[in-house]
């Protein structure tokens, strides 16, 4: 079976694995508290060129969500996301579950503008509605889009005017910053959101994510909070050991260029075979519509999902590259078609 | 000022108010377990004829939804509601704030339809994603419309077959079930719903409304429930008082037709002069377009609400009528366009 | 039967149930933004002496504790109460489900001491505890005591030092600061609170609470959060009219002396009939033991509620004073032992 | 420095180690659909001589005691939990965050007995209390002790009179079965209990708890709530390679026998030196009394924590030996004192 259903299904890169199997026997302080986790948040604090900036490392991309939005509200307060964003569907209602109404905005391409804030906004004007409070945002989008850093200063003056906060889910950010052409950089982030992450489990790490809290005002009692939520790592330094290695060397950018460089090899072969996408594809991820007699084969031989988008006589599909999908993975997947 | 603002703004029918006054200095039980409350649980069971149901009496009809709807949920279920309901926009997320999400369903008129239902349920396969449990609708819909006896019971053999409980929304069921015409009658209701609530504050009561509970799973330790969220009066018995005479001799439904009455002027008042209406009216909501040049006159001299749906040149505005409004109110402000 | 059970059995006062009679058929802005409720919190600011107090009115005791508390938490703080507090144990967890821990102090009569404050906060040391954050108090407390201006100012001297909130549960401050000897007055409440509330359901009024905002940090989108729980009464005009009619001439603290006064024509006769009390007696909450012998004939003829702290030989017992308890009723009651 | 801190501070024993290294890059279902997991919850169920329980593998206590722990209950529910318990201390209130309040019992040594549960019970008559509905205990206790077979049998019995669940925190379960002269097995744990869970982080694992439901009622859904929480870890098959080999060859239980054995060896050496215990010590975590002038030599040399219950003269810490505390390491710290 060629493997083209995700890319959070294998291991971590042989690099990170290294780290974690030479620290194994090393006993420190639990609960992030440790040297590692200093370590690998000082180097983000580097990256992104923001001293300031407090660094949380959790163990998955549900939980940071769940644990910082809920953290940065007041029970009134709402949150905005793109119908298709990851808290609003496949997050089996975790903000919910915090007490917090997601306010759904429809677009196709998994992506906010001002525009959507605006009238959000304007529809929620007095204390019989929720006071919408955060713009949830992805890069890459649930859809494999990028935000260009003048998209991204836009929302930022929007949210700015209408007192919201800018949150961004960083599940797959390795893609979406070596994302050849994308002009948005770590140095950008700070400059235009109040909180991220930095995704781990999709970028070459066996699990974890790194939060990243820019507004100082978001900053108080953080880690509380992550305790409460079950979501503080007894053996907090597995997290500081991965993200160390992760981020050495510009190792978590190339990991990301390698699944984009994949996924435009893919792209190629499937164009020039005549096959046409539900949304132009871009990063690791790209929605493709395949003739339905061609499914039963494919499915035979390809792990891969099914999507919404199928018509007729083609049934719409997700196939999902990684940092370690490998040429001769997709010409074989090509050869099939 | 003639007040065409809504149907909660004045007291209690003067039968209620003095049942509140000759019992006023009467010491009984408190916290809904006196003999009025009872009696009037009692009189309840006789009208919808369902001698098993469980009556509780809240205070106010967010209360009410969310109180039930909660107590009725594991925490990864999720509410079917229109999109336009009560609880998704006018209740400040107070469903989301007890931990559901509720998902939206498009619908101009209010109304859900079991195609509404079975589509919502379809996309939501996995666990990954809420577990819809429960509808929620509204009779009179948000909308001022109605649902005939034949679309309650398909909306009940659709949640029987998606394993969904049907909830409903009964602020303004007076005006409902005695709306000309209308074939659905009390005795209907225990058929289809699991669970609802008759709506006194908005049909002659000075506040309170009674919630029925049919669905027999559903009703263990609701008390301790109520209480939890701090829906129990201590003088229970001033809601049991109140029911007890808004449900005598049939002036509940009574006070329903009066307020359609009152609506039913005003429409072919409005109608003969030519006015448009964003929706079909029918019960004691009329939503109706006013042109631009007519709202500074009518915002001097009439009590309303302005609506969604304007145009450039007419402004949609709501005017509600209720059991308290006079023939001369409405001939003056028909004489006023 | 002699009525000694609580003191939210009957209905309202007089004065007040004329006010709500009287204004019956006007209408007015719903949800509490009508002239009345405008009338009765500036009533209250003059009273308190606080001008810039934010004033809501709500419905019952456990809606007003669960709303305003809530509200001025984050998702890890606590509560301090006193392990009889109403919140700790008559109110269903209502506090726990909005997400909030209580710290249960042991104290015999119900009342905080600083000590008790510091030895909390002393026990909460880092993120794996919850961070004590509000001290729920009552005045008068669940046992019937009260707080002298001295131990207020304490209490709050304390809380300034640990970073605390101090709210108080005013059910009964009606008998708190009419009590012979007291030395707390309305003035002196939003000198040593951030937020209280004014007890009108065991006061005179037919049902309502007024809760009272003095910290401006608490105050911000209070609407929205009393919306949100279901406390915000359509026809919030029912609670404006009874407590201008409460606050009007000084009724309030004449009606809570009323049921002081009976309460201690009620401890003076049962002292002189050898009667022990399982708590020195003040205000209008009696707790005595009854010979076991005499139980049958006092349940036959008097309704109350059997307590904590029974012996081998005597029932303890609660007796409620009102208001409207009579001379009479006293009598009657003393006669019988 | 001599690390007798926790046993949750080194990585993972090293066969579970190189399970994780040589699957690390085999791509499988995510989400704990894989064959690992399959493979490991039916290890689970032969060693629990139970093949229709349910297993879910998370990745910290916390969060499978908030997860299943919330899972369990309806709204008004509540907990009872030793007053030193996990859940009442050291995890930020996550339960309360579920809403649920926590009853603490008192109890010196951390284990419930029948009739802590009969005395809660009795105390929370009506629908003003919270209705208490699950038994929380761990194995060993949070003061390192255990529960027999007759003991546990004996809280089972008294759970079923009672309408209670039994839940069982596992956090040390190795310890607890493996210590010598219990005559608890796993075999004997659905016997008793309704839902448990076997630690991982503290007994072998790099991270991870198996949680395993007993009792069908509690079974249903239960992947959509560990989901809505973020506990469902993407690439769960890293829970399912560790447990498979964790749970391989006796090697959890050996790894259990060996924390214990280092502790006993600890235990024998503080004894001759006359050194006195806060709790008479059992499995791998000690309480012991150190004279205040040892405590500077001490802290410079051991790793180790402070705990509640010191003297004037003597200062309480806590001692915590793990599989990996070798013998050279207690006699280093035996001679140091």
Redesign the interface.
Known sequence: MI?L??D?????H?KV?NA??E?????????GLDEYCAAAAQRIRNLIDCQNADVHFL?????????AI??FL???H?VIAPENGHIC??????I???????N?VITMDGRLRPADLRAVVANHSD?????PRLVYISNTSEMGLIYSRQELAALRKACDELGLLLYMDGARLAMALSYPGADLTFEDLPKYLDAFYIGG??CGA??GEALVIVNDTLKE?M?????????????G??LGVQFDALLKDNLYLELGAAANAAAQKLIDGLKAKGYRFTLPPKTNQIFVLIPNEKMPMLEENV?FERWTGSTETHAAIRLVTSW?TTEAEIEEFLALL
Chains 1, 2, 3, 4 share one sequence.
């Open positions: 493997f259903k995700n959070y299904s294998l291991g971590a042989p694995l974690l199997v620290t194994n026997m090393i006993q420190t302080e639990p609960y163990t998955g991309g549900t939980q940071v969500n769940l644990t809920s953290a007041r029970p009134h709402s569907v496949h997050e089996t209602g975790a919910e579950a915090t007490g917090h109404k997601v759904h204390e019989h509605f929720v006071k489990t999709k066996l699990f009692d880690r509380h909070l992550i305790k409460q939520r079950g979501a503080m790592l007894a053996k330094r597995l792990c370690a």
